[in-house]
């Protein structure tokens, strides 16, 4: 069974403190990893997938890595609006391959 | 483009009443999905379908109904509400082949 755990499950910052979120996976054959962007009141909001370990992709001042064992979702110099709730998702080979399985999110609040 | 809709954005219903929860895609994806997202509880799948006249079960698929007769749409029925489905649902869609998932807004649906 596939699983996600992501740390930690809230995080303060100030605007310009950098950090790192934290997914770790266990799944059989890794069929992609996801990471999504949610707001309060709104469905979450596709930002990566990596497929493969030492993959990196960046978007503004995101940057989400990836190794065997887990993804790092980089912060860079945040700013208030990067204040969210952030999830982590795994599709692996087994079983129902199209059915990704997620974390519980980390919350993210970037204070001014 | 319009995305994922989903309607109605917010809905009370008494124990027992039915009713149906809307979703459309205009992108042509095969793949189909509804999720609940309870406080502490993540998201968790329903039903899923991987194409028009296929549907599976999810982690939690009791108490509900779903059907796809095309393409575009995946309603979602909840045959006798209970208060245990009081919930935000969220219903998602993607391409099969690479698995990122286009969510709705939501729908805020309180069972009294």
């Known amino acids: 069974e596939d699983q996600v755990t992501q740390s930690p499950e809230a995080l303060r910052l100030q605007e310009g403190e950098s950090s790192s979120l934290n997914c770790s996976y266990t799944?059989?054959?890794?069929?992609?990893l996801f990471w999504y962007r949610q707001d309060p009141g709104k469905g979450p909001e596709f930002l990566f997938t990596?497929?493969?370990a030492g993959e990196e992709k960046e978007k503004e001042r995101l940057k989400a890595t990836l190794t065997k064992k887990e993804s790092f979702l980089h912060i860079t110099a945040p700013k208030p609006e990067d204040s969210a709730t952030y999830l982590c998702?795994?599709?692996?080979?087994?079983?129902?391959?199209?059915?990704?399985?997620f974390g519980r999110g980390t919350s993210l609040i970037v204070h001014p | 483009n319009a995305g994922v809709t989903q309607t109605p954005k917010f809905q009370v219903l008494k124990t027992g009443q039915s009713m149906t929860l809307q979703c459309a895609q205009d992108?042509?994806?095969?793949?189909m999905s509804w999720y609940r997202q309870d406080p502490g509880m993540g998201l968790r799948l329903i039903h899923y379908?991987?194409?028009?006249?296929?549907?599976d079960q999810g982690e939690v698929p009791n108490g509900y109904n779903v059907s796809r007769s095309t393409t575009e749409d995946f309603p979602l029925r909840l045959l006798s509400a209970a208060p245990s489905q009081t919930s935000v649902y969220f219903c998602?869609?993607?391409?099969?082949?690479?698995?990122?998932?286009?969510f709705g807004e939501g729908s805020r649906l309180t069972v009294l």
């Open positions: 379908s991987v194409g028009a006249g296929i549907t």
């Open positions: 998602a869609s993607g391409p099969r082949d690479t698995g990122e998932l286009f």
């Open positions: 799944v059989s054959g890794l069929r992609g």
């Open positions: 992108m042509n994806h095969e793949y």
């Open positions: 990596l497929y493969s």
């Open positions: 998702a795994v599709r692996g080979a087994s079983g129902g391959s199209y059915i990704p399985t």
